[in-house]
């Protein structure tokens, strides 16, 4: 099993370096000049300094280009850079690291801004290197303007507080003439990337440009994948503690089997290969396990135990795929909680004492846990619909006993279907 995940570890680690996903789309260059071009996408979390081009969309056939080499470039069906040289406001904005005597600190900065909306006000994003979100929006072909949420510690009394100024609402009722509809908006608007673009839009849209084609970033959210899933499982239960125990003299071995529902969670950019990936099952197991304690050939006894247990499994899962292909490998890890609701418990106990032989019926566990926790790691790939994957888990078992573990080990392939 160690060799199967180091395997699709590997293969994955050789599939990520191997892919460099190049696009098409175009790049400005300082004298105007616009160069269709093959631009390497890495979904930036963060505003780029530079960008790596091709004629041919290989590997072997790039040239990187800076900020200071460009005006602009874009993703054919994607993002939008444009490059300004402006000022841009980088106090800090977290409560335990702005002071009573904290300044504000504006630094003039060369960037390549996201553009977000194009029209009669252009929007524009960036994301600088200290993590720090800022919006700033342009009329024309004037100098973009930053919309600021102004925080500030004062003291009263002996006492910090924390104040905000909403001076992004003076700009935008500033910049933005007629439309009366839109600009009453402003008051109670909050002071975040989705809710003034959605501004922006809805002014482009009231009052449109002469000159300045309208744009619209697409959005960023989060896609749902949605599959059925059954798997069969090699179990096995191993108890732990009391020596003296049957139980833990006892080795238990069995199948299990699962079927339910999975529901795959994209996260938007990095190529969409991470995602929250949770799954509702139905999940059953039964092993079994045999014991002989013999003193002498006339004084021994044997047991026949059967453990099973059926449920409902919640799996919760960080999954890493490679989307850009047509068979698409995939890891995943996280946890599982299952919930018990039927459960077969017995021994069957031989005892022979000389001529005397008797049989009795027990319970194999003193108490049934009714919910176990698991870790779960797997492997596997996808081919258009179809899913198969190698599932590990791993859990706390049955035993509701503290004294007794019982660590439950269930290793098995998943089959799936795709459904969206």
């Known amino acids: 099993m160690k060799a199967i995940f180091t395997s699709f570890l590997i293969f994955i680690a050789i599939s990520v370096q191997a892919q460099n996903k190049f696009v098409q789309g175009y790049y400005v260059t300082n004298q105007q000049d616009s160069v269709s071009c093959f631009i390497e996408n890495k979904n930036w979390s963060k505003n780029p300094k530079t960008i790596i081009v091709s004629g041919s969309g290989k590997q072997g056939d790039t040239q990187t280009k800076s900020i200071e080499q460009l005006q602009a470039f874009g993703l054919t069906g994607g993002d939008i850079y444009e490059r300004f040289v402006l000022p841009v406001n980088k106090s800090r904005v977290h409560e335990n690291m702005i002071k009573v005597t904290t300044p504000q600190v504006v ?20 994301k600088s290197e200290s993590g720090k979100e800022h919006l700033f929006v342009q009329e024309g072909a004037g100098q973009p303007k930053e919309l600021l949420l102004l ?40 002071f975040s ?34 599959a059925l899933m059954a798997g069969g499982f090699s179990t096995a239960l191993k108890f732990t503690g009391d020596d003296k125990n049957e139980l833990v003299k006892t080795a238990f071995d069995g199948t299990g089997y699962t079927a339910g529902v999975a529901f795959n969670f994209v996260v ?53 795929q490679l989307k ?13 909680n299952n919930f018990v609701f039927n459960h077969t418990n017995e021994k069957v ?72």
């Open 349 to 420: 106990i031989n005892r022979n004492f000389y001529s005397v032989q008797s049989e009795k019926t027990v319970e194999a566990v003193n108490g049934i846990r009714k919910h176990e926790q698991a870790w779960v790691v797997g492997a596997g790939l996808s081919y258009k619909n179809m899913i198969t994957e190698f599932r590990l888990e791993r859990g706390n078992g049955v035993s509701e006993v503290q004294a007794i573990g019982s660590p439950k080990t269930m290793f098995g392939i998943m089959l799936g279907y795709q459904l969206k």
């Open 268 to 320: 938007p950019r990095l190529h969409q290969r991470w995602s929250i990936y949770t799954e509702l099952l139905w999940k059953a197991y039964s092993v079994t396990g045999d014991y002989e304690e013999r003193i002498s050939s006339e004084n021994y006894f044997t047991s026949s135990s059967k453990i099973g247990v059926q449920g409902i499994g919640l799996t919760a899962m960080l999954r890493y």
């Open 107 to 126: 630094e003039t900065d060369t960037v390549f801004m996201k553009v977000m909306a194009k029209g009669s006000l252009n929007l524009y994003y960036l």
């Open 151 to 190: 925080k500030n510690k004062v003291e009263v009394n002996g006492l910090n507080y924390m104040t905000q100024e909403e001076a992004f609402k003076d700009t935008l009722q500033s910049m933005m003439v007629g439309c009366e509809a839109i600009k009453s908006k402003i008051s109670a608007l909050r």
């Open 193 to 226: 990337t989705k809710a003034i673009r959605n501004l922006v839009v809805g002014y482009n849209e009231c009052k449109p440009s002469a000159t300045t084609p309208t744009y619209v970033a697409p959005d960023e959210k989060f896609e749902t994948e949605i």
């Open 324 to 336: 850009e292909r047509a068979v698409k490998p995939f890891i995943n890890a996280g946890v599982a």
